[in-house]
């Protein structure tokens, strides 16, 4: 049975940027489903068209497109040893269909961590991200600056900014956090599968207590 973990945290607690650490070490693909979106928009598939009003209003893309979206993406081989999920379940009606799909291949979740950060400390690092329109790489103009302004380090694209990370939109986005996703942290808890990891550390310390969390999980497993 593979490692399949799923993160959870407000938008910026560093979920993608812990998940690409992961997949190193892990050898387990990250499956984002905001970075799913954000290719159908960019490739101008319906699937895209569909999901863009919503993202742009920091709301939710409704459950029976996401869940086809990332239930699909799961499915191809390279998930067959596990799978780091970030952005899904979002949803107590795309947890348990996580659930199911998981428990028809024989597999289940190895654990939830929930990194937590503060309102105000997302409002600041989303306002200042950057994201490499060829690589994907984040970056961070206050934290994690990029060494030349606007140019990748690693392969030196254009960096540009999300366009949903203004403040206006951020502050819907964690409005919709706390509505629609915050249930899932009872639902997890409730599983014994939660695990609360301190996102305001630095990047190489959360890093670390997710690596000591995710290696007492699969002990336990
Ligand atoms: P999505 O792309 O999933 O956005 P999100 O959850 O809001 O998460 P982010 O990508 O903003 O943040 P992150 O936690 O990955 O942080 P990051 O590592 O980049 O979703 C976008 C939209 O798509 C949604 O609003 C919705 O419309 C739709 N969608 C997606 N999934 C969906 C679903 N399941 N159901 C329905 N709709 C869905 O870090 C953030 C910044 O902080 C970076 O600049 C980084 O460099 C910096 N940083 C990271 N860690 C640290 C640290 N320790 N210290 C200092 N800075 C740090």
Known sequence: MGTVIVLLGPPGSGKGTQAKRLVEELGIPHVS???????HLSEGTELGKRA???????ELVPDDVT????????SRPDCEEGVILDGFPRTLTQAEALDEELEERGQSITIAPLIQVSDDEVMRRLTARRV??????????IFNPPEEEGVCDVCGGDLYQREDDNPETVRHRLYTYYKETSPLIGYY???DLLVRIDGEQTVEEVHQDLQEAIKAAKEQG
Do not use: T
């Open 33 to 39: 489903s905001g970075d799913l979106f954000r290719h």
């Open 52 to 58: 863009k009003s919503y993202m742009e209003k920091g």
């Open 67 to 74: 869940v086809d979206m990332v239930i699909d993406r799961i």
């Open 132 to 141: 490499c329109e060829d690589c994907g790489a984040v970056y961070n103009l």
């Open 189 to 191: 808890f409730a599983r």
